[in-house]
């Protein structure tokens, strides 16, 4: 009998040391990311990288980060929204985002940015980012800092792109964003939007002849085992939004809410940094599967896209851009 209490005694002191130091070495906090491109992708990259930056401040044990690429978690907008209420916890992306606060929308606007220096007017040279920042708060989500994907161009299985006329009839994935649908239609092609994650299939089975995307999107989700001719339009600069939900953050203490903010803005620096490397290096390999057309007549695509400007409805914020960046 003595023997058995002191075995029981013993075994419930052991259970209680196991659980300790679970406690002891778990985090306090668990974050996941989830995005919708691959493995392999800048989007992966770039979120260790974060990681490790608030790892390096903290210190091990305060934040655990979880990565869920290749849409795991769900399409951009099933994750933006779930951002809203609470059921995720960060993701990257513009696009969706502009939905909801469409202010965002004048970073699609054609041909607005042609050099990364202007961007980088807009985001420190001035308080525009900032008071779109409030705005997305406003929506129950907080930008953390801003990375790019890089200017967009033209991939399709029919001919080089030279002209908007060359966009005639062609069947072109675009994203969900009212803009981008917008320029398409006024340059001629049959746009329409679809998920990232059903995009491959799509091509690959004809049902779109082509799509638009920037470099590195375009060669870490495989896209060039599927598509015939990139034409190098850069119509479109393409920030993209290190954002996590509102409900998490305001869970968070000050100490790991600065630190998370701290690696949002040295993620989204070292990114745009790079971003011309990163282009070239997706252009290089690109070149090695597709044929790159790099005669685009940019003026005939720049006097198309007037109606696009024309109908954009924050005029007063398009034109303090337009100055910002002269």
């Known amino acids: 009998m003595k023997f058995r209490r002191l075995f029981y005694v013993t075994f419930l002191a052991l259970v209680m040391i ?21 493995v392999e992708s800048r989007k992966s990259t770039l979120s260790e990288y974060f990681a490790k930056l608030v790892e390096e401040d903290l210190g091990e044990g305060v934040v655990e980060f979880l990565f869920y690429p290749a849409g795991t978690l769900g399409t951009l907008t ?17 696009d969706r985002v502009a939905a909801f606060v469409p202010e965002l929308s004048v970073f699609d606007l ?17 308080d525009v980012f900032d008071r779109i920042r409030k705005k997305v708060e406003e929506k129950g989500i907080i930008i953390l800092g801003m990375t790019e994907n890089g200017f967009r161009s033209v991939t399709n299985n029919v001919k080089p792109i030279r002209t908007p006329e060359d966009l005639k009839g062609l069947k072109l994935r675009t994203p969900p964003n009212p803009v981008r649908l917008a320029m398409f239609q006024a340059w001629g092609a049959n746009p329409a939007p679809l998920s990232m994650n059903e995009l491959f299939s799509a091509l690959q089975q ?28 850069k119509h479109v600069y393409n ?14 203490p000050r100490n790991v809410q600065a630190s998370l903010l701290r690696a949002g803005q040295l993620t989204g620096d070292f990114d745009r940094r790079n971003g011309e490397a990163q282009y070239q290096q997706s252009y290089d390999f690109l070149s090695k599967h597709c044929e790159i057309n790099d005669d685009v007549d940019i003026d005939a695509f720049k006097e198309a896209s007037k109606i696009v400007y024309d109908e954009f409805a924050y005029q007063d914020l398009l034109k303090e851009v337009q100055e910002i960046i002269k």
Do not use: C
Not at 79 to 84: A, F
Not at 206 to 218: A, C, I, K, M, S
Not at 239 to 251: E, F
């Open 78 to 94: 099933e994750q933006v929204e779930g951002l809203q209420v609470g059921t995720h916890d960060m993701t990257m992306t513009m």
């Open 206 to 233: 004809g049902v779109f002849d082509g799509q638009e995307n920037p470099l590195n999107v375009t060669e870490s989700n495989n896209l060039y085992e599927v598509q015939k001719y990139i034409s190098i339009t």
């Open 18 to 38: 196991f659980v300790l130091t679970l406690q002891i070495f778990a985090a306090q906090y668990t974050i996941k990311i989830g995005h919708v491109d691959g």
């Open 110 to 126: 054609p041909f607005l940015f042609t050099t990364r220096e202007q961007v980088e007017r807009v985001i420190y040279g001035s």
């Open 239 to 252: 920030p993209q939004l290190i954002l996590m939900s509102k409900i998490l953050w305001d869970k968070l």
